[in-house]
């Protein structure tokens, strides 16, 4: 626990690749960004919609837009769920880490709606392929995806379940780029892998303190600098691990 200053000029990074659109697609060249254009769909996507589930083929790749963000979910046996990493306009998921269509190993669920752009995996290979650029761009993008993975090991089992939701809230404000969140104390719970009545309450705790405020549906962040204090280390950690993996980045520098 304990943010710094650190963690606000994270943020400010962070809002900064995003940018007007998926960073990922933006530092694509333009011969590589062409065949993109040429093969892929713009689509809208439903809080809850499920991307793809374990053991079936990873057909698409999904960039997410600004405000659009998915969670890759490990379901327990008994019905839980359990987050190992957030994509927003960051990054992409789908055939990231595996090559083609491999069966996919975890669920990828839309926790907040939005839209997004989606290649089949096949061209995703062929730029792979054909492009060094872009073959560099995604395997440094699966590596702070494995990142986040590996991180989750640690916070999911030492933190406590308000630190890591803090450093959850702060982790999608900075990929929404708003205060309010739209998700559930329900959502939050299945997403953390704790009994909904533990995040109320959390939730009725932090909103005493003055650090967050609940209404129906949304979560707001009301006090961004307490919030950063109260989250764990993770949120800094994978910040600074996606900085020095993607962030402030060219098509340049991938050559």
């Known amino acids: 626990m304990g943010q710094t200053d650190g963690a606000r000029e994270l943020r400010r990074a962070?809002?900064?690749?995003?940018?007007?659109?998926?960073?990922i697609i933006a530092m694509l060249p333009p011969d590589d960004r062409a065949l993109l254009d040429e093969h892929a769909e713009h689509c809208t996507l439903a809080r809850g919609d499920t991307l793809f589930g374990p053991g079936e083929a990873v057909e698409f790749t999904y960039f997410p837009d600004v405000?659009?963000?998915?969670?890759?979910?490990?379901?327990?046996?008994?019905?839980?769920?359990?987050?190992?990493?957030?994509?927003?306009?960051?990054?992409?998921?789908?055939?990231?880490?595996?090559?083609?269509?491999?069966?996919?190993?975890?669920?990828?669920?839309?926790?907040?709606?939005?839209?997004a752009t989606r290649l089949p995996v096949r061209f995703v290979e062929l730029?792979?392929?054909?492009?060094?650029?872009?073959?560099r761009l995604f395997d440094r993008y699966a590596d702070f995806l494995l990142s986040q993975a590996l991180q989750s090991v640690?916070?999911?089992?030492?933190?406590?379940?308000?630190?890591?939701?803090?450093?959850?809230?702060?982790?999608?404000?900075?990929?929404i780029g708003r205060s309010e969140i739209p998700l559930t104390q329900e959502a939050l719970a299945q997403m953390l892998g704790a009994q909904r009545t533990t995040i109320s309450a959390i939730g009725r705790y932090l909103q005493e303190q003055?650090?967050?405020r609940f209404r129906r549906g949304t979560v707001e962040?009301?006090?961004?600098?307490?919030?950063?204090?109260?989250a764990c280390e993770c949120y800094e950690t994978l910040e600074r691990q996606r900085i020095a993996t993607l962030g402030g980045m060219t098509s340049k520098d991938l050559k």
């Open 127 to 135: 730029l792979k392929d054909r492009s060094t650029t872009a073959r």
């Open 67 to 115: 405000g659009t963000v998915l969670a890759l979910c490990l379901l327990l046996e008994d019905g839980r769920t359990v987050e190992a990493a957030t994509i927003g306009c960051e990054g992409m998921i789908g055939g990231v880490v595996s090559c083609g269509t491999q069966p996919a190993f975890a669920s990828a669920i839309v926790q907040i709606a939005g839209t």
């Open 221 to 230: 962040i009301v006090d961004r600098k307490a919030v950063e204090a109260a």
């Open 210 to 212: 003055g650090l967050l």
């Open 154 to 175: 640690g916070c999911n089992t030492f933190h406590p379940i308000d630190a890591r939701l803090c450093r959850w809230l702060l982790t999608t404000q900075d990929r």
């Open 14 to 23: 962070h809002l900064g690749i995003c940018g007007s659109e998926n960073a």
